[in-house]
């Protein structure tokens, strides 16, 4: 009886909580509404001829993006003013593709939505010119239903999509945050870590934003390189991505020379604080010969864990059978780009079960054991 009670009463609060936020929710969303709606009046009265004759300007507190509207129909353009700042953007107006160009010049936004029809100057060159301009701006075509061809070609110049008029509040709502949301993925794409195949000089030294895959290199899925001479054996070492998401390594063991392995099997083991890495064997063969100053020195991974800084060399007996296995050019950068996205939605979440927040590329010796074991046997053991 007591334990119902105590679940009851556990049940109770957790649904008054959640009224109470729900409740507290709305409230702020209806105080935001209400001084938008008064940032939209006030804007009416301003004037801002100084940068475009018609130009009107609604300026919102952290706004979810900053729109430009070019449209020679002002009630469009009283309609992307209204519906738009309530609901949190930042929205200038103008009745010109001349004016829309010279304010893309001379300030930051987010999208530019154009009409396609416009006398003097149509929405097909406001659309080449912003994207000559400002790449980095989003562009979308307003068009009626008769044009909507002539908008599907916009996207030949780079417009991002378009939108037909007439629309309802709710429509363009729903199409300005899918269209925000596609711009945050792009961006954020952009961002990622760039995977390069280079042709890199011995002694260079790894960017550390950037994974490097020299040319002519195959990787492992388990993230080995190796790298065939003429007479048919292969140099193997691990890879830029094992390297900089392990960390410091503060030695390595090597195979020994004689003993055979065949791929996927036990090569070498690289430690750090005490753990241990163990990478398997990108091909079969006898181990011919060994990096016993790799083995001494593994500070000069910090350089490049590649060229010199092999660890050993297999007499591979097997190819026919092993090199399909292996990645290489662009292959090998998908390769890494997907490990790369991997690796962090692991970060993100081992961040939300510890203290150090991390969730980025580079801190794998941060952390404890558990979550090692957990990333090794993602990368490292398949």
């Not at 008064?38 to 706004?63: G, N």
């Not at 930051?108 to 929405?123: A, E, H, I, Q």
């Not at 760039?194 to 020299?214: N, R, S």
Request: hydrophobic letters at 45%; a neutral charge; proline letters at 3%.
């Amino acid at each position: 009886m007591v334990i119902l009670l105590v679940f009851a009463s556990f049940v109770l609060f957790v649904v008054a909580d959640i009224a109470v936020r729900s409740v507290a929710r709305s409230m702020h969303e209806k105080r935001l509404r209400k001084e938008r709606a008064e940032v939209l009046a006030v804007s009416l009265k301003l004037d801002f001829t100084r940068e475009a004759k018609s130009l009107k300007r609604a300026e919102v507190k952290e706004p979810a993006a900053r729109i430009l509207c070019v449209d020679d129909e002002k009630v469009i353009l009283d309609s992307f003013r209204k519906i738009l700042v309530l609901d949190g953007y930042c929205v200038d107006t103008v009745e010109t593709g001349q004016e829309a160009l010279g304010l893309v010049q001379a300030r930051n936004y987010d999208f530019v939505f154009t009409d396609l029809k416009m006398p003097s100057m149509d929405g097909v060159d406001v659309v080449k010119s912003v994207k000559h301009m400002r790449p980095d701006v989003d562009v979308i075509v307003i068009t009626g239903y008769a044009t909507v061809e002539s908008a599907v070609e916009c996207m030949k110049f780079g417009a991002m999509d378009y939108v037909q008029k007439p629309f309802t509040e709710d429509e363009l709502l729903a199409f300005t945050k899918k269209a925000l949301i596609k711009r945050r993925d792009r961006i954020q794409k952009q961002l990622k870590p760039k995977v390069h195949i280079t042709a890199l000089p011995k002694e260079e030294t790894m960017p550390a934003g950037e994974f490097l895959i020299p040319g002519g290199v195959l990787i492992s899925k388990g993230h080995c390189w190796a790298s065939m001479s003429q007479d048919g054996s292969v140099k193997v070492g691990l890879d830029d991505f094992a390297k900089k998401i392990i960390g410091h390594i503060d030695d390595i063991e090597l195979p020994n020379v004689g003993m055979t392995v065949k791929a996927g099997q036990p090569l070498f083991t690289v430690r750090q604080k005490g753990r241990r890495v163990q990478f398997s064997a990108p091909v079969g063969g006898q181990i011919v010969k060994v990096n016993a100053a790799l083995g001494a020195d593994g500070d000069a991974l910090e350089v490049t864990p590649y060229q010199k800084n092999w660890t050993c060399v297999i007499d591979a007996d097997n190819l026919d059978k092993d090199l399909p296995a292996l990645k290489i050019g662009k292959s090998a950068v998908s390769l890494f780009e997907d490990d790369i996205d991997h690796f962090r939605r692991i970060m993100r979440d081992l961040a939300k079960q510890g203290d150090d927040g991390q969730a980025h590329v580079g801190d794998l010796e941060q952390l404890d054991e558990t979550q090692w074991e957990r990333v090794v046997g993602e990368f490292f053991r398949r």
